[in-house]
Antibody, heavy 119, light 110 residues
């Protein structure tokens, strides 16, 4: 069965770039018309949709994050990635990658990775 | 986009039924049948419980059901069990390429 696993640094300094990768196993990231998605959850708070990418490369993100977000896909490695620039303490959160069957229908999730923004 | 509005907490006794509401606007919940619900236990990733307002993924108990009226979607859990105690989040497509979550509801099984 398809599984997702996030990886990346757990600590990022303010104003720097947060970079995370989601590795897809048990299936091809190129098969099916899925929405490969990033979602985050600040400590003790709710979920926030960050954005998604499709295997074709089309990508969309939460307007509230403005131009700080970049989502990319590497079909040869079966991975998709998130970069978030100019981070602040408000970006401290557990970051999840998920597979979407549609815009809002996330049926498979990674375990999540905690990223702390601090000097 | 503003977050969808959910009650902060609900509670019920084992065997009872509870309903969690999720209120949006005519731009999201009211305009699309693309509402989903997620269950999250502490320290765990969310789990999809309902999609497209009323559909249940394979493996999810039929004690969980979803509905929608106007700008408000609802999740009903019947025959409450101790294992249902968790946070629940609604999610809706909001047009264009935007997706919005609710603030979450903590369900306590008394």
């Amino acid at each position: 069965q398809v599984q997702l696993q996030e990886s990346g640094p757990g600590l990022v300094k303010p104003s720097q770039i947060l970079s995370l990768t989601c590795t897809v196993s048990g299936g091809s990231i190129s098969s099916g018309d899925y929405y490969w998605t990033w979602i985050r959850q600040p400590p003790g708070k709710g979920l926030e949709w960050i954005g998604y990418i499709r295997y074709s490369g089309s990508t969309f993100h939460n307007p509230s994050l403005k131009s700080r977000v970049t989502i990319s896909i590497d079909t040869s490695k079966n991975q998709f990635s998130l970069t978030l620039s100019s981070v602040t303490a408000a970006d401290t959160a557990v970051y999840y990658c998920a597979r979407g069957n549609g815009y809002d229908d996330f049926d498979i999730w990674g375990q999540g990775t905690m990223v702390t923004v601090s000097s | 986009q503003s977050a969808l509005t959910q009650p902060a907490s609900v509670s019920g006794s084992p065997g009872q039924s509870i309903t969690i509401s999720c209120t949006g606007t005519s731009s999201d919940v009211g305009n699309y049948n693309l509402v989903s619900w997620y269950q999250q236990h502490p320290g765990k990733a969310p789990k999809l419980m309902i999609y497209e307002v009323t559909e249940r993924p394979s493996g999810v108990s039929n004690r969980f059901s979803g509905s929608k009226s106007g700008n408000t979607a609802s999740l009903t859990i019947s025959g409450l069990q101790a294992e249902d105690e968790a946070h629940y989040y609604c999610c809706s497509y909001a047009g264009g390429t935007t997706v919005v979550f609710g603030g979450g509801t903590k369900l306590t099984v008394l």
